[in-house]
């Protein structure tokens, strides 16, 4: 549910700040892997299960700093850009923390709970922004996005179909290439992030409901 807001912008938005801060670690962590090797981030910042048996409970959320390459980080950056300048204008930085914040705890969670072997690690800031997505297509299921399909074929799609299709190609790449280890992307951790944030969007609807008898 959106309300108005306001004009945010007036200060830092919580979303620059936040992209700005992917793009430092992004940078620490190269350097830092050219100069000490990555030592650092691979025991204290990156998720797995060794960590959290380590007690770095912290990095059910850190791993959402780093990203593997360039691409990775281009990719979460702009829809990260998109998405998020449009909901904290709904909603304000506080929401829009609130839902990037809980999506990434829900995507290291059922990636920890639905990994078939616990020797892998986790980074990457998809779930989180995944939450969001999905969030912003239920608060406008019937606003159409036009899309490049294989980066080519030009489509207009409705949210909702949009948000459905993200669950189904999720599910589906979880169950045929994931689980099997026939691919490294984690679509556990997206899978997470849409539900956390569809989650979140059913949660305010029922309280703006309430409030309003």
């Known amino acids: 549910m959106f309300r108005s807001y306001g004009n945010p912008f007036r200060r830092m938005a919580a979303h620059r700040c936040l992209l700005r801060l992917l793009v430092a670690f992004f940078l620490l962590q190269h350097i830092g892997q050219v100069l000490f090797g990555s030592v650092f981030f691979r025991n204290y910042m990156v998720l797995s299960a060794s960590s959290l048996q380590d007690g770095h409970v912290w990095t059910l959320l850190s791993y959402a700093l780093l990203h593997g390459s360039c691409l990775h980080l281009l990719v979460n950056g702009l829809t990260l850009h998109f998405i998020g300048r449009f909901i904290e204008q709904g909603l304000g930085p506080g929401h829009f923390l609130k839902i990037f914040l809980s999506s990434t705890l829900a995507g290291a969670c059922f990636w920890l709970c639905l990994q078939p072997t616990a020797t892998g690690s986790l980074i990457g800031a998809s779930a989180g922004i995944a939450g969001l997505l999905a969030y912003a297509c239920l608060c406008f299921p019937q606003h159409c996005a036009s899309l490049l399909l294989f980066l080519v074929i030009p489509v207009r799609l409705r949210l909702r179909t949009l948000l459905g299709l993200l669950f189904a190609f999720e599910i589906g790449a979880f169950l045929l290439l994931e ?28 309280i703006f409901r309430r409030t309003r008898r």
């Open 179 to 206: 689980l099997p280890g026939r691919d490294l992307i984690a679509h556990s951790a997206h899978l997470g992030g849409l539900i956390a944030g569809s989650g979140y969007f059913f949660c305010q609807e029922y």
